[in-house]
């Protein structure tokens, strides 16, 4: 309970004893304070969206090949609290953060359809885009996936090396020309087990 709202529970039961004398004495005042609260609550979400969505603007919009895309201006307060969440959800770690969220209604029809948009506070040059994609059971994520993928890449580098050591110390082969095509591609050779035990 806020000083803002103190007592406006018992100003509840006193209008409510006008009305239904017998509703208010089964209703009691901290219950009545509770139901005060939800209620302001509720409006003041309300009038904060209501004011949100009057200073949306929309900049662009087409239709092309099927896709259709629009171009928002949203309320600058809206914006400001997306970059927040987006800054807050990366932190330190790596460019990108993967959040499951769950609802129960599916407001993207088809697996894979997704929803994309670009944040940024006038101010900072970080720009975040929020990815929404609709993930089905027994799919990857994006981030599994990218995790898959690059411990492939390393399994897959581990194991050209392994032959381009053995091919240049016993076969007889040059394979200097693999050997650069691999450190260009940036898998580099693998530490010299001989040099760390130095």
């Avoid at 600058?76 to 499951?100: K, Q």
């Avoid at 900072?124 to 995790?147: C, L, N, W």
Wanted: aromatic share 6%.
């Amino acid at each position: 309970m806020s000083e803002a709202t103190e007592g406006l529970g018992g100003v509840l039961l006193e209008l409510l004893k006008r009305v239904s004398p017998k509703a208010a004495k089964k209703l009691p005042e901290q219950d009545a304070q509770q139901v005060v609260e939800a209620l302001l609550e509720d409006a003041v979400a309300q009038r904060w969206i209501t004011e949100q969505m009057a200073q949306v603007g929309i900049r662009a919009a087409e239709y092309r090949n099927g896709t259709a895309t629009m171009d928002l201006e949203p309320a600058r307060e809206m914006v400001a609290m997306w970059v927040g969440a987006c800054r807050g959800l990366i932190g330190t770690g790596p460019n990108y953060s993967e959040t499951v969220l769950t609802d129960r209604v599916d407001h993207l029809a088809n697996r894979g359809d997704k929803v994309e948009m670009g944040v940024k506070v006038a101010e900072s040059t970080d720009k975040y885009i929020i990815t929404v994609q609709r993930d089905a059971f027994g799919t990857m994520t994006p981030h599994e996936a990218r995790m898959k993928a690059e411990r492939r890449a390393e399994e897959l580098s581990s194991e050209v090396w392994g032959w381009i050591i053995a091919v240049n110390d016993g076969a007889g082969y040059d394979a200097d020309d693999l050997i650069q095509i691999m450190e260009r591609l940036g898998f580099p050779p693998p530490p010299d087990p001989d040099e760390e035990k130095d």
